[in-house]
Protein backbone atom coordinates (compact mmCIF):
# COMPACT_ATOMS: atom_id res chain seq x y z
CA UNK A 1 0.00 0.00 0.00
CA UNK A 2 1.17 3.37 -0.83
CA UNK A 3 0.25 7.25 -0.26
CA UNK A 4 1.32 10.18 -1.44
CA UNK A 5 1.56 13.72 -1.10
CA UNK A 6 3.19 16.74 -3.06
CA UNK A 7 6.66 15.67 -1.52
CA UNK A 8 6.67 12.72 -0.16
CA UNK A 9 5.56 9.10 -0.93
CA UNK A 10 4.87 6.52 1.55
CA UNK A 11 5.23 2.86 1.84
CA UNK A 12 3.91 0.10 3.74
CA UNK A 13 4.28 -3.41 3.71
CA UNK A 14 1.94 -5.86 5.42
CA UNK A 15 4.12 -8.99 4.51
CA UNK A 16 5.54 -10.54 7.76
CA UNK A 17 8.82 -10.83 5.97
CA UNK A 18 9.27 -7.55 5.03
CA UNK A 19 11.70 -5.39 6.16
CA UNK A 20 11.75 -1.88 4.70
CA UNK A 21 14.79 -0.70 6.40
CA UNK A 22 16.57 -2.87 3.70
CA UNK A 23 15.05 -0.48 1.06
CA UNK A 24 16.13 2.14 2.55
CA UNK A 25 19.29 1.01 3.46
CA UNK A 26 19.72 0.41 -0.32
CA UNK A 27 18.54 3.75 -1.63
CA UNK A 28 21.29 5.61 1.02
CA UNK A 29 24.02 3.32 0.01
CA UNK A 30 23.59 3.59 -3.55
CA UNK A 31 22.76 7.39 -3.05
CA UNK A 32 26.28 7.82 -1.54
CA UNK A 33 27.86 8.12 -4.89
CA UNK A 34 25.06 11.19 -5.85
CA UNK A 35 28.11 13.33 -5.00
CA UNK A 36 30.56 11.72 -7.67
CA UNK A 37 27.72 11.82 -10.23
CA UNK A 38 25.94 8.97 -9.25
CA UNK A 39 21.92 8.58 -10.33
CA UNK A 40 19.55 10.22 -7.87
CA UNK A 41 17.71 8.17 -5.86
CA UNK A 42 14.99 8.74 -3.61
CA UNK A 43 15.98 10.29 0.32
CA UNK A 44 14.62 8.13 2.75
CA UNK A 45 12.92 10.06 5.96
CA UNK A 46 11.74 7.71 7.87
CA UNK A 47 12.01 3.56 7.54
CA UNK A 48 11.11 0.59 9.61
CA UNK A 49 9.80 -2.92 8.88
CA UNK A 50 6.65 -2.43 7.31
CA UNK A 51 6.63 1.39 6.48
CA UNK A 52 9.24 3.54 4.27
CA UNK A 53 8.78 7.41 3.69
CA UNK A 54 10.66 8.69 0.98
CA UNK A 55 10.89 11.57 -1.46
CA UNK A 56 8.29 11.79 -4.07
CA UNK A 57 10.23 11.82 -7.69
CA UNK A 58 8.38 14.08 -9.54
CA UNK A 59 7.82 12.36 -13.45
CA UNK A 60 8.47 13.89 -16.73
CA UNK A 61 8.84 12.33 -19.90
CA UNK A 62 11.43 10.03 -21.16
CA UNK A 63 14.09 11.64 -24.04
CA UNK A 64 17.14 10.76 -25.38
CA UNK A 65 19.22 13.24 -23.63
CA UNK A 66 17.77 12.22 -19.94
CA UNK A 67 18.68 8.40 -21.06
CA UNK A 68 21.86 9.15 -22.16
CA UNK A 69 22.51 11.06 -18.48
CA UNK A 70 20.99 8.22 -16.67
CA UNK A 71 23.05 5.34 -18.64
CA UNK A 72 26.30 7.78 -17.72
CA UNK A 73 24.66 7.98 -14.01
CA UNK A 74 24.13 4.37 -13.73
CA UNK A 75 27.86 3.55 -15.19
CA UNK A 76 28.82 6.00 -11.90
CA UNK A 77 26.67 4.57 -8.95
CA UNK A 78 28.16 0.73 -10.47
CA UNK A 79 31.72 2.31 -9.82
CA UNK A 80 31.19 2.67 -6.15
CA UNK A 81 31.28 -0.72 -6.25
CA UNK A 82 30.76 -3.49 -3.31
CA UNK A 83 32.91 -5.69 -0.84
CA UNK A 84 31.41 -9.45 -2.72
CA UNK A 85 28.97 -10.44 -4.86
CA UNK A 86 25.60 -10.86 -2.79
CA UNK A 87 26.47 -7.96 -0.07
CA UNK A 88 23.73 -6.34 1.32
CA UNK A 89 23.82 -2.46 1.61
CA UNK A 90 25.78 -1.09 4.21
CA UNK A 91 23.90 -0.31 7.66
CA UNK A 92 21.54 -3.55 7.15
CA UNK A 93 21.89 -7.02 8.47
CA UNK A 94 18.68 -8.30 7.26
CA UNK A 95 18.79 -11.59 6.05
CA UNK A 96 17.38 -10.47 2.27
CA UNK A 97 14.49 -8.88 0.60
CA UNK A 98 10.79 -10.41 1.02
CA UNK A 99 8.28 -9.94 -1.88
CA UNK A 100 5.18 -12.27 -1.02
CA UNK A 101 6.18 -15.52 -0.82
CA UNK A 102 9.80 -14.76 -1.91
CA UNK A 103 13.23 -13.67 -0.45
CA UNK A 104 16.17 -12.88 -2.56
CA UNK A 105 18.84 -13.65 -0.38
CA UNK A 106 21.96 -11.41 0.40
CA UNK A 107 25.40 -13.36 1.04
CA UNK A 108 26.17 -12.13 4.82
CA UNK A 109 29.67 -11.58 5.41
CA UNK A 110 30.72 -14.93 7.11
CA UNK A 111 29.90 -16.74 3.42
CA UNK A 112 31.98 -13.61 1.90
CA UNK A 113 34.48 -16.02 0.96
CA UNK A 114 32.04 -18.38 -1.16
CA UNK A 115 31.17 -15.38 -3.30
CA UNK A 116 34.18 -14.41 -4.68
CA UNK A 117 33.00 -14.29 -8.44
CA UNK A 118 29.62 -13.54 -9.60
CA UNK A 119 29.03 -16.62 -10.81
CA UNK A 120 29.34 -18.57 -7.68
CA UNK A 121 27.38 -16.53 -5.51
CA UNK A 122 24.62 -16.47 -8.43
CA UNK A 123 24.42 -20.04 -8.73
CA UNK A 124 23.74 -20.59 -5.21
CA UNK A 125 22.09 -18.04 -3.29
CA UNK A 126 19.86 -16.70 -6.03
CA UNK A 127 19.24 -19.38 -9.10
CA UNK A 128 18.76 -22.81 -7.21
CA UNK A 129 16.78 -21.10 -3.99
CA UNK A 130 14.57 -20.22 -6.98
CA UNK A 131 14.92 -23.50 -8.56
CA UNK A 132 13.73 -25.36 -5.45
CA UNK A 133 10.98 -22.91 -4.94
CA UNK A 134 9.32 -23.50 -8.53
CA UNK A 135 9.84 -27.35 -7.78
CA UNK A 136 8.04 -27.39 -4.92
CA UNK A 137 5.17 -25.76 -5.98
CA UNK A 138 5.18 -28.41 -9.33
CA UNK A 139 5.53 -25.98 -11.82
CA UNK A 140 9.05 -28.03 -12.77
CA UNK A 141 10.03 -31.34 -14.11
CA UNK A 142 12.33 -33.03 -13.36
CA UNK A 143 13.98 -32.55 -17.18
CA UNK A 144 13.38 -29.02 -16.25
CA UNK A 145 15.36 -29.25 -12.53
CA UNK A 146 18.30 -30.97 -14.55
CA UNK A 147 18.24 -28.13 -17.08
CA UNK A 148 18.14 -25.12 -14.44
CA UNK A 149 21.09 -27.03 -12.52
CA UNK A 150 23.22 -27.63 -15.30
CA UNK A 151 23.33 -23.85 -16.13
CA UNK A 152 23.94 -23.12 -12.29
CA UNK A 153 26.48 -25.33 -12.57
CA UNK A 154 28.27 -23.84 -15.23
CA UNK A 155 27.58 -20.63 -13.80
CA UNK A 156 29.29 -21.50 -10.28
CA UNK A 157 32.31 -23.14 -12.81
CA UNK A 158 32.83 -19.48 -13.87
CA UNK A 159 31.70 -20.28 -17.78
CA UNK A 160 29.83 -16.65 -17.52
CA UNK A 161 32.15 -14.58 -15.58
CA UNK A 162 33.38 -11.37 -16.91
CA UNK A 163 35.00 -8.30 -16.17
CA UNK A 164 33.14 -5.95 -14.87
CA UNK A 165 32.67 -2.03 -16.59
CA UNK A 166 36.13 0.21 -16.85
CA UNK A 167 35.17 2.92 -14.15
CA UNK A 168 34.70 -0.81 -11.53
CA UNK A 169 37.91 -2.38 -12.66
CA UNK A 170 39.73 1.54 -12.07
CA UNK A 171 38.07 1.49 -8.54
CA UNK A 172 39.75 -1.53 -7.25
CA UNK A 173 36.40 -2.57 -5.67
CA UNK A 174 35.88 -6.17 -6.19
CA UNK A 175 32.17 -5.94 -7.83
CA UNK A 176 29.44 -3.45 -8.67
CA UNK A 177 26.99 -1.42 -6.22
CA UNK A 178 23.76 -2.17 -7.79
CA UNK A 179 20.28 -1.66 -7.67
CA UNK A 180 19.23 -5.01 -8.09
CA UNK A 181 15.60 -4.70 -9.22
CA UNK A 182 16.29 -2.41 -12.17
CA UNK A 183 13.40 -2.91 -14.44
CA UNK A 184 12.12 0.71 -16.09
CA UNK A 185 9.47 1.14 -13.60
CA UNK A 186 12.00 1.42 -11.10
CA UNK A 187 14.02 3.92 -13.23
CA UNK A 188 11.87 7.26 -12.85
CA UNK A 189 12.22 9.96 -14.96
CA UNK A 190 12.70 13.08 -14.20
CA UNK A 191 10.66 16.18 -14.43
CA UNK A 192 12.73 19.27 -15.95
CA UNK A 193 14.23 21.34 -13.66
CA UNK A 194 14.05 18.79 -10.62
CA UNK A 195 16.40 17.71 -8.50
CA UNK A 196 16.64 14.25 -10.51
CA UNK A 197 16.59 16.63 -13.56
CA UNK A 198 20.92 16.63 -13.51
CA UNK A 199 21.20 12.81 -14.10
CA UNK A 200 18.34 12.50 -16.18
CA UNK A 201 16.25 9.96 -14.18
CA UNK A 202 15.80 8.62 -10.67
CA UNK A 203 15.83 5.13 -8.37
CA UNK A 204 13.58 4.08 -6.48
CA UNK A 205 12.92 0.50 -4.52
CA UNK A 206 16.10 -1.32 -4.93
CA UNK A 207 17.11 -4.41 -4.14
CA UNK A 208 20.71 -3.46 -3.80
CA UNK A 209 23.67 -5.76 -3.11
CA UNK A 210 27.02 -6.18 -4.46
CA UNK A 211 26.82 -7.65 -7.77
CA UNK A 212 27.91 -7.38 -11.29
CA UNK A 213 26.94 -3.85 -13.40
CA UNK A 214 25.81 -5.94 -16.54
CA UNK A 215 22.59 -7.25 -14.16
CA UNK A 216 21.54 -3.87 -13.64
CA UNK A 217 21.43 -3.64 -17.77
CA UNK A 218 20.25 -6.56 -18.59
CA UNK A 219 17.33 -5.91 -16.38
CA UNK A 220 16.54 -3.05 -17.99
CA UNK A 221 16.26 -4.64 -21.02
CA UNK A 222 13.96 -7.96 -19.83
CA UNK A 223 10.67 -5.79 -19.98
CA UNK A 224 11.55 -3.11 -22.46
CA UNK A 225 12.80 0.42 -21.29
CA UNK A 226 12.75 3.96 -23.42
CA UNK A 227 15.47 4.59 -25.16
CA UNK A 228 17.75 2.17 -24.37
CA UNK A 229 20.02 1.97 -26.82
CA UNK A 230 21.11 5.71 -25.64
CA UNK A 231 21.74 5.01 -21.94
CA UNK A 232 23.38 1.62 -22.72
CA UNK A 233 25.69 3.82 -25.28
CA UNK A 234 26.11 6.92 -23.01
CA UNK A 235 27.07 4.11 -19.58
CA UNK A 236 30.24 2.51 -22.31
CA UNK A 237 31.35 5.68 -23.18
CA UNK A 238 31.72 6.45 -19.26
CA UNK A 239 33.18 3.01 -18.19
CA UNK A 240 33.12 0.10 -21.04
CA UNK A 241 31.14 -2.85 -20.63
CA UNK A 242 33.85 -6.02 -21.38
CA UNK A 243 34.00 -7.55 -24.72
CA UNK A 244 30.28 -9.94 -25.23
CA UNK A 245 28.27 -8.33 -23.05
CA UNK A 246 25.43 -8.44 -25.18
CA UNK A 247 26.19 -12.49 -25.54
CA UNK A 248 25.56 -12.41 -21.85
CA UNK A 249 22.26 -10.11 -21.45
CA UNK A 250 20.45 -13.32 -21.39
CA UNK A 251 22.72 -15.53 -18.16
CA UNK A 252 22.00 -12.08 -16.43
CA UNK A 253 18.18 -12.28 -16.98
CA UNK A 254 17.90 -15.64 -15.50
CA UNK A 255 17.39 -14.41 -11.65
CA UNK A 256 14.56 -12.06 -12.11
CA UNK A 257 12.81 -14.46 -14.91
CA UNK A 258 12.62 -17.01 -12.13
CA UNK A 259 11.52 -15.22 -9.27
CA UNK A 260 8.54 -14.24 -11.23
CA UNK A 261 8.06 -17.76 -12.25
CA UNK A 262 8.10 -17.98 -7.78
CA UNK A 263 6.30 -14.64 -8.19
CA UNK A 264 3.93 -15.46 -10.68
CA UNK A 265 3.48 -19.13 -11.56
CA UNK A 266 3.68 -21.06 -14.47
CA UNK A 267 3.25 -17.90 -17.10
CA UNK A 268 7.03 -17.10 -16.83
CA UNK A 269 8.73 -20.98 -16.69
CA UNK A 270 8.95 -21.52 -20.61
CA UNK A 271 10.51 -18.06 -20.69
CA UNK A 272 13.23 -19.23 -17.70
CA UNK A 273 13.60 -22.23 -19.32
CA UNK A 274 14.11 -21.08 -22.85
CA UNK A 275 17.26 -18.67 -21.40
CA UNK A 276 18.15 -21.85 -19.44
CA UNK A 277 18.52 -23.80 -22.93
CA UNK A 278 20.69 -21.28 -24.37
CA UNK A 279 23.27 -20.96 -21.68
CA UNK A 280 23.04 -24.74 -21.13
Known amino acids: MVAEDDEMFEKRDGNPRADLTGEAAGLRWLGESEPDGGIVCARVSEASAHRLVEERILEGSPTR????LAGAALARIHAAGAEWYGCPPSGWHGDGYAIANSVTSVVPEESSGEA??????????????????????????????????????????????????????????????????????????????????????????????????ETDLAMLALFGCAYLDD??????????????????????????????????????????LGIARRYA
Open 65 to 68: EKAR
Open 116 to 213: MTWGAACARWRVMPHVRTIRNAGLLDAQGVRLLTHVADRMAAGDFDSPEPGLVQKSGRRCSRIHGDLWAGNLLWAADGTRAAATGAALIDPMASGGHA
Open 231 to 272: LVAAYNEVSPLAEGWRERVGIHQLVPVLLHCVLFGESYVDLA
